[in-house]
């Protein structure tokens, strides 16, 4: 089983910068491919970055590509997004997830409780 937890949401005007992280358990960490989801209210969750378990391959959803950066730390089992020039559309709950081998946009069985970022305009 993997635990995942993350922190780094809060408000921001928009054009601004957060950096989020998720923690996860040591054990399972280095063998996963990881990703960002995040749901705004009244919508669907929606895939938005994925790194592969060596930190080789990313991915991005269009809306995003070109201001968040996904990376990972094994040595710290832990993976960051920063979210640059963020907009008010950005606003939502934002998830990690262990994807599984591979990179893909499809979730795995684990989420992290989800982290609030608030974008104003």
């Known amino acids: 089983q993997v635990q995942l937890v993350e922190s780094g949401g809060g408000l921001v005007q928009a054009g601004g910068s957060l950096r989020l992280s998720c923690a996860a358990s040591r054990r399972t960490f280095g063998s996963y491919a990881m990703g960002w989801f995040r749901q705004a209210p009244g919508k669907e969750r929606e895939f938005v970055a994925g790194i592969s378990w060596s930190g080789g391959g990313t991915y991005y959803t269009n809306s995003v590509n070109g201001r968040f950066t996904i990376s990972r730390d094994n040595a710290k089992n832990t993976m960051y997004l920063q979210m640059n020039s963020l907009k008010p559309e950005d606003t939502a709950v934002y998830y990690c997830?262990?994807?599984?081998?591979?990179?893909?946009?499809?979730?795995?069985?684990?989420w992290g409780q989800g982290t609030q970022v608030t974008v104003s305009s």
């Open positions: 997830n262990a994807l599984g081998t591979k990179l893909t946009t499809t979730p795995g069985d684990y």
